[in-house]
Antibody, heavy 119, light 107 residues
Framework: QVQLVESGGGVVQPGRSLSLSCAVS????????MHWVRQAPGRGLEWLAV????????YYADSVKGRFTISRDVSKNILHLQMSSLRDDDTAVYYC????????????WGQGTLVTVSS | DIQMTQSPSTLSASIGDRVTITCRAS??????LTWYQQKPGRAPKLLIY???DLEAGVPSRFSGSGSGTEFTLTISSLQPDDVATYYC?????????FGGGTKVEIK
């Protein structure tokens, strides 16, 4: 069955970097667009980034453009999010999610991994 | 950028009530609108895509409607399991945007 499992969260100091991973099983990341979405404590959902099914297109929210990089390892079927210049307001639960299809929403999500940016 | 605005932000209703949540887009998005349910401590769950198509396995008491800039999510008969926060989303392939959420509680 389909499973997405995030890892890599933890406590990090402001200004530092952190890398998140999303291990996927049950489908190939090379066949679907893949997203990162976050949720700050007590807040709503914030979309961060998408990588297209063919890996050729990557788009970002303004809030993370230039600081975060989405990528994937097709051989390992893993999605990544490289985060740099982290700020206090990047504290959130980070979810990876799969496209159901173009413009059809996100049909599978991971359980989330908590990133806390604090000195 | 397209902004998504939900109302109300909180809703309290009785078991069996018909519940309606509204989502407005800042410009037309045709029927490219998705609804999610999120329970505390859990990942969001896809309920409805393309404004009115019910995701497999979702109870039929959930329905979606609308086009252009105004959309609604309706729960025909509120159940205890429906206590959650509901989000609309415009799933643009380049710039995804979520509404602020509507928290549904039992009165």
């Amino acid at each position: 069955q389909v499973q997405l499992v995030e890892s890599g969260g933890g406590v990090v100091q402001p200004g530092r970097s952190l890398s998140l991973s999303c291990a996927v099983s049950g489908f190939l990341v090379s066949g679907y667009g893949m997203h990162w979405v976050r949720q700050a404590p007590g807040r709503g959902l914030e979309w961060l980034a998408v990588i297209s099914y063919d890996g050729n297109k990557r788009y970002y929210a303004d809030s993370v453009k230039g600081r975060f990089t989405i990528s994937r390892d097709v051989s390992k079927n893993i999605l990544h999010l490289q985060m740099s210049s982290l700020r206090d307001d990047d504290t959130a639960v980070y979810y990876c999610a799969k496209d159901k299809g173009v413009r059809l929403g996100l049909d599978y999500w991971g359980q989330g991994t908590l990133v806390t940016v604090s000195s | 950028d397209i902004q998504m605005t939900q109302s109300p932000s909180t809703l309290s209703a009785s078991i069996g009530d018909r519940v309606t949540i509204t989502c407005r887009a800042s410009q037309t998005i045709y029927t490219w609108l998705t609804w999610y349910q999120q329970k505390p401590g859990r990942a969001p769950k896809l309920l409805i895509y393309k404004a009115s198509d019910l995701e497999a396995g979702v109870p039929s008491r959930f329905s979606g409607s609308g086009s252009g800039t105004e959309f609604t999510l309706t729960i025909s008969s509120l159940q205890p399991d429906d206590v959650a926060t509901y989000y609309c989303q415009h799933p643009d392939p380049i710039l995804v945007s979520f509404g602020g959420g509507t928290k549904v509680e039992i009165k």
